[in-house]
């Protein structure tokens, strides 16, 4: 399936998607974080899309907004599209777990919750994966100062 057919498909289920391939060969889909969940389920059990594999989790400090970024093949089709939701909530950054859906999502976004601070609503085990429990902060945070471990050229 083309990137333009998967778009056609899609756009007609949830509404207000943003759509950009960026200069990359996947479809990109922005997703607003109330309609995130259920686009992520569609995407799965659609035997036209039939994502069934999720191979990669990236949390993102945009500056302003906090996000994360999830690649996604259909193992069937042959297909890959990349799934970005985002909120300007750096206070308390949350979404919704997608790992009732793929199980693999439950260390990726225990890895992001470690790194950005972005909690995981449903989650079956939000704790830190690599930092301790006594660690301050979240170092891949572009505002992540640590006078102490950091390494400034």
Not at 112 to 138: A, C, Q, S, Y
């Amino acid at each position: 399936m083309t990137n333009e057919a998967l778009q056609n498909l899609i756009n007609g289920w949830i509404p207000l998607l943003e759509f950009t391939e960026e200069g990359s060969q996947f479809l990109n889909i922005s997703v607003k974080p109330e309609h995130f969940h259920q686009l992520m389920e569609q995407l799965k059990s659609n035997s036209e899309t039939n994502f069934d594999y999720l191979f990669c989790v990236t949390g993102m400090d945009w500056g302003k907004d906090l996000g994360v970024i999830y690649h996604l093949e259909s193992t069937t089709h042959r297909h890959i599209i990349v799934v970005k939701v985002k909120t300007e909530d750096r206070e308390n950054p949350t979404f919704d777990t997608v790992s009732d859906i793929w199980k693999t999502a439950e260390f990726h976004e225990r890895e992001v919750f470690d790194f950005f601070g972005i909690k995981f609503n449903n989650h079956p085990n939000m704790e830190r994966l690599f930092l301790t429990d006594e660690w301050e902060g979240f170092p891949l945070r572009k505002d992540y100062v640590d006078e102490v471990n950091m390494v400034i050229k």
